[in-house]
């Protein structure tokens, strides 16, 4: 069952993360364009190599419906296969996947996985406080008929961080609780970051006490402990062996995946604290046929520090209940014992909108291609990926392995 | 009157949910098939997928199955809650309720506690709330936490403080007492009004400024960035005058009170339609001029819950 490991990561590009507010404006086509154009020269290949898309489609600005298409047409691409991915922050996991999959099947050779996310430029009619307007409810429906705009958002439940602090809350009556863990999860990210002049927070230090003295936003969640929105956009090519051969970079190939979801509010969760990424992980390392203890680094999807240690608990990578314990005890650096985030997390290379778990799948292929500069790992051949939407609604895992 | 708060809009399927509630009853839907209990409604068992489904009371006792205190209002409309006291409530049907407590200080609150329901009215269209509080605790099971009824609440709170005050009387032309009552800190808070569509309309026509993000309900839906209509600044600052503030302190031995006007005037936060908003006051400075004494009171007048000002008034008193 699954994937063979026969398409690789071979090509990356990714805006360096900005304020909004300073960041170029750009068609989000545009970005697609120059996202894609960037990734191809950095694979080495051709336009004409790339046969497949998938692309994100929910806030894509220029159009709602039939975005490969339109995308398709301003590229100038041919396609054998193209779709949408509606998963937050677990669609780049989800596209390397399904393109991956895609290539197996043998429907395409070269897939161009791209999330355009830095603002477009306003058109001279439109109101500048639009954003402020479409940001009211975050990632909330507010149509007549949806579940959470009847019995969420009239409560105040809406955003994702009281979301993400409840699943905190109920771990820490379950498990108990430990501020200085989940704050050294930020501060091993942030010694990550300062290795990457890529990152927001490059050249800018964090302590586990800077971090405890940072405003409570949702009982028990610090501010540090959440990421920044910053502007980017990502693209990543995805190959099959033999356009990998020609390509320029050692690929990192897709050796296993999985993926799971049933919940948008994690109050409906069978069990809040037993998150999806655990049945998602499951599926990858069986596909890929390894054990946890072969995974040589771990890019785990972080909105928040507590989204990194559920991953970690239910991904299997520690025992349930002493995360918390685990986390003092290793050390989580590019250079410690547990590489994880070794760019910095999103915590500290910024939350691009729904590109932000691109830079953990980019990440990991520029590890795996010995491309990660000062922050470069000795040995590095297996690396997990997991990504996370909503409210640890949806979640997936990767295992990328050296060519 | 309305807020801008967001108030369910009932379906086809969940009216008979919210219609319980307004007659202080919890109906839920229960599959007949399996036994399963089903939240949030819908016209099928979310485990068994049988359609034979019934509504059945419940008495609403459950347990906190977790809870969150926010610091930053999830919507700055939520600003009178602070801290939000967000809540998921299981019943011991066995569904979860995205919910609030009511009635608990921060302490008492721990997971795995004991809860019962509690009806809110939130809205004057009648609309009521599923809300929760601890299972032992002595509060009401209705309440009224419409922006009227809880203005009116305030309202008899701060007189019953006005009334304990005792009054002390300062001179107008004693230069040092008048200059001790400067200040850096601030008065109590005052009563609280409620600034509705209504009100906003009436200054709409009287001041002519009838601009649409103060008097078009729907437009400002779509196209404000508060997410509704906002009351016009001028109208805040002129409700001062129906805040009362309770000072420690009177002026008196004057012949004449003149408002000089303001030596500063800032609006620096909105104040969204159906917003209770409230005043309080400090002396800023006191100068002897060769007409008598001027006094500047700063007044500021916050929405309630908003740490930011609304209004910024540096009001100029001359006693002569």
């Not at chain 1, 509606?86 to 390397?96: E, F, N, P």
């Not at chain 2, 011991?92 to 919910?99: F, K, L, S, W």
């Not at chain 2, 500021?300 to 540096?314: K, L, W």
Request: glycine share 8%; net charge negative; charged share 20%.
């Amino acid at each position: 069952m699954g994937l063979k490991g026969n398409a690789a990561i071979v090509g990356a590009a990714q805006y360096k993360p900005e304020k909004y507010s300073t960041a170029p404006q750009m068609f989000h086509l545009e970005q697609v364009a120059d996202l894609a154009g960037r990734a191809l020269a950095d694979a080495g290949l051709k336009a004409s190599d790339i046969d497949g898309m998938v692309i994100h489609g929910p806030q894509f600005h220029e159009a709602q419906v039939f975005v490969p298409a339109m995308a398709a047409e301003y590229l100038g691409l041919s396609l054998n296969f193209a779709e949408v991915v509606d998963l937050g922050g677990c669609s780049s996991v989800a596209m390397v996947w399904r393109a991956a999959a895609a290539i197996e099947l043998g429907l395409c050779q070269a897939v161009l996985c791209v999330i355009p996310s830095r603002m477009a430029p306003l058109a001279p009619n439109e109101d500048p406080s639009w954003m402020a307007r479409a940001m009211r409810f975050g990632g909330h429906s507010t149509a007549f008929g949806a579940p959470e705009a009847e019995f969420d958002l009239p409560y105040g439940h809406l955003g994702q961080n009281t979301g993400y602090a409840m699943i905190a809350q109920r771990y820490a009556a379950q498990y108990g609780y430990d501020p200085v863990a989940m704050a050294k999860i930020a501060v091993d990210q942030r010694t990550n970051a300062l290795a990457n002049p890529d990152a927001s927070f490059f050249g800018k230090p964090l302590t586990i006490e800077d971090v405890l003295n940072s405003k409570m936003v949702a009982d028990p969640l610090h501010v540090l402990e959440i990421v920044m929105p910053v502007a980017g956009g990502a693209a990543v090519i995805v190959a099959s062996k033999e356009v990998a051969a020609r390509a320029r970079n050692r690929g990192a190939c897709v050796t296993g995946f999985g993926e799971h979801l049933s919940f948008k509010s994690p109050t409906y969760a069978d069990d809040m604290v037993h998150t999806p990424i655990g049945p998602a992980a499951d599926r990858a390392f069986a596909m890929a046929g390894i054990k946890r203890s072969d995974v040589q680094a771990a890019q785990i999807y972080d909105c928040y520090t507590i989204t990194v240690l559920l991953t970690l608990e239910d991904a299997g990578f520690v025992p349930k209940g002493e995360g918390m314990r685990w986390v003092r005890e290793h050390d989580l650096t590019w250079r410690g014992d547990f590489p994880m985030n070794t760019h910095g997390g999103q915590l500290s290379f910024g939350q691009s909108g729904t590109s932000g778990g691109m830079s953990q799948v980019i990440e990991a292929f520029h590890q795996i291609a010995g491309r990660a500069g000062e922050r470069q790992l000795k040995d590095c051949d297996t690396v997990f990926v997991s990504g996370t939407g909503g409210v640890m609604s949806e979640q997936g895992a990767l295992i990328l392995q050296g060519a | 009157m309305s807020t801008n708060k967001p108030m369910p809009m009932p379906t086809a399927i969940s009216a008979p949910f919210w219609d319980g509630l307004k007659e202080g009853r919890l109906t839920i839907p229960h599959c007949k098939s399996c036994g399963h209990w089903i939240f949030f409604p819908r016209r099928h068992c979310d485990k068994c997928w049988s359609q034979d489904l019934e509504w059945k009371e419940v008495k609403g006792a459950g347990t906190l199955y977790t809870y969150t205190l926010t610091r930053v209002p999830t919507l700055p409309d939520f600003a009178d809650e602070m801290p939000q006291k967000l809540a998921v409530v299981e019943l011991d049907e066995g569904v979860r309720i995205n919910t609030t407590l009511v009635g608990m200080d921060e302490s008492e609150i721990k997971v795995g506690m004991r809860v019962k329901p509690v009806f809110d009215t939130a809205h004057s269209d009648g609309t009521v709330l599923l809300r929760f509080t601890a299972a032992d605790n002595d509060f009401p099971a209705h309440i009224d936490s419409t922006p009227a009824a809880l203005a009116a609440a305030s309202a008899a709170q701060a007189d019953a403080a006005a009334a304990a005050v005792s009054k002390r009387q300062v001179r107008f032309d004693d230069e040092a007492a008048m200059k001790a009552l400067v200040s850096d800190t601030y008065s109590d808070w005052s009563n609280q009004i409620v600034v509705d569509q209504e009100l906003i309309n009436e200054f709409a026509q009287l001041s002519g400024d009838d601009y649409w993000i103060h008097t078009d309900p729907e437009r400002a839906r779509a196209q404000s960035p508060f997410g509704g209509t906002i009351a016009h600044g001028a109208l805040v600052q002129v409700l001062q005058s129906r805040l009362r503030v309770a000072l420690d302190f009177e002026v008196v031995g004057f012949n004449n009170m003149v408002n000089y006007g303001s030596d500063r005037l800032r609006f620096p936060a909105p104040v969204p339609a159906g917003s209770r908003i409230h005043a309080r006051t400090r002396v800023k400075a006191v100068e002897k001029l060769p007409k008598g004494m001027q006094m500047t009171l700063e007044i500021v007048t916050h929405v309630v819950g908003n740490e930011r000002p609304s209004v910024i008034n540096d009001l100029v008193i001359l006693y002569m």
